[in-house]
């Protein structure tokens, strides 16, 4: 069972084919500055590594150049079993993953005004797939669908009722398939059942999100309508005051369109530091004494802390916070300064295990035992591929 991932995202198309006899990733790679002239393709294998650059004229031509590059080695229509594609958004539509149809299809076009910059790319990537390889199974896991646990009055936005009932404004949340995989590793981890474990995901990258998994489900979550919500990221700025866009119309006489451009692409930690979005670039910054960077660093980790606080509520208790992502996995500087934060709820760091991003400790980065803080290497793709496999298993057994 050879599964092709692809997850279609507006910097790059990222792509990986795995075995499913053992969960191995048999070939990767990515796009990056797909439809442009810059664009730049690199994959490898277990002992080869591809690079080169691709001046492609549309999205759905560089997505081509992926399927090209699959059929030259070996991962042509005839030895796929199955595609799963990362969707961002399906509003209310699905609470898990599904096998595409015109259904499915109508529903992420229908949600494409909740994530323009996401959901049109995710469907050609859908649609450029279904034509070349027709006939496998398609399967959509979508961001927010592990999100739709979330009860009523923590989605809700105090805002008129018929808003949410005719425009389906509430809080969605995103990075769902990152932290049901990592909330997976946890139980894992630590030897009990999911469905008796509270938990605190943080998935910190460029984009960043923070989510409570009470016994297995999301019940709440710091994204919102959009991504931009909750947390600073690398250029999204996080939760602002709501007035802040008709104060800048006022001031500046900036229109929505272009402040929703700042507070996505000019902020977070960018807008902070002047300089960069990138937390390996300003920690070396910091050190070098550099105050903006500093600055930048200590917004992201008290308002990461704050954020962590809060989703405590709904929890009652706390038995693991849960770093992941980019910044998550490999920042010890932010780690440590987030920890500082919440002796309130009981974290204290090991600073020899967190120096080693827990590789020595089975991932635990805290002193004590209950509750405690890991570090796991998140894995959407394969998550996605098991998805996938599981589905296309389904209709086999349950064709129609």
């Not at 492609?56 to 796929?80: M, N």
């Not at 989605?155 to 769902?176: C, D, K, N, S, V």
Request: overall charge negative; some cysteine.
């Amino acid at each position: 069972m050879n599964i092709l991932v692809l997850n279609c995202g507006s910097s790059s198309i990222k792509f990986a084919v795995y075995g499913m006899d053992d969960s191995s990733r048999l070939i990767w790679g990515q796009i990056e500055a797909p439809g442009t002239a810059r664009g730049r393709f690199s994959a490898q294998t277990a002992d080869e590594q591809f690079a080169f650059d691709v001046a492609s004229s549309s999205y759905s031509a560089a997505i081509q150049t992926i399927c090209a590059f699959l059929d030259k080695h070996r991962f042509g229509p005839g030895s796929i079993e199955a595609i799963g594609h990362r969707v961002v958004h399906a509003g209310e539509h699905y609470s898990e993953s599904v096998i595409i149809n015109d259904d499915v299809i109508a529903a992420i076009k229908a949600c494409c005004s909740l994530a323009p910059l996401h959901n049109p790319i995710n469907l050609k990537g859908i649609l450029q797939s279904m034509a070349h390889y027709p006939g496998i199974t398609q399967v959509a896991v979508f961001d927010t669908a592990f999100h739709q646990s979330i009860p009523k009055p923590a989605f809700m936005y105090a805002i008129p009722t018929w808003l949410y009932e005719q425009q389906g404004i509430r809080r969605y949340g995103f990075h769902g398939t990152s932290h049901r995989y990592v909330a997976q590793e946890a139980a894992a981890l630590l030897r009990k059942p999911l469905d008796q474990l509270d938990l605190i995901t943080a998935h910190l990258g460029n984009g960043c999100s923070a989510t409570a998994v009470k016994k297995g489900e999301s019940v709440d979550t710091s994204m919102g309508l959009t991504p931009l919500d909750g947390l600073v990221m690398g250029t999204r700025s996080g939760s602002v005051d709501p007035g802040l866009h008709a104060f800048l119309a006022d001031t500046l006489d900036w229109d929505v369109e272009k402040t929703t451009t700042i507070l996505n692409t000019e902020s977070g930690l960018l807008g902070l530091s002047g300089t960069s979005q990138d937390m390996r670039e300003l920690t070396r910054a910091a050190e070098a004494g550099d105050q903006d960077a500093a600055l930048a660093i200590e917004v992201f980790c008290y308002r990461l802390a704050r954020e962590l606080c809060a989703l405590a509520m709904p929890l009652g208790r706390l038995d693991a916070l849960v770093f992941t992502g980019g910044i998550g996995e490999n920042s010890r500087l932010v780690r440590a300064k987030t920890l500082g934060h919440l002796g309130l709820l009981g974290l204290h760091i090991n600073p020899q295990a967190n120096d080693q991003n827990g590789r020595s400790t089975g991932g635990r980065i805290s002193d004590q035992s209950e509750p405690v803080a890991l570090v796991i290497p998140t894995n959407e793709e394969l998550l996605i591929a098991t998805d996938a496999l599981r589905l296309k298993r389904q209709l086999e057994h349950f064709p129609g």
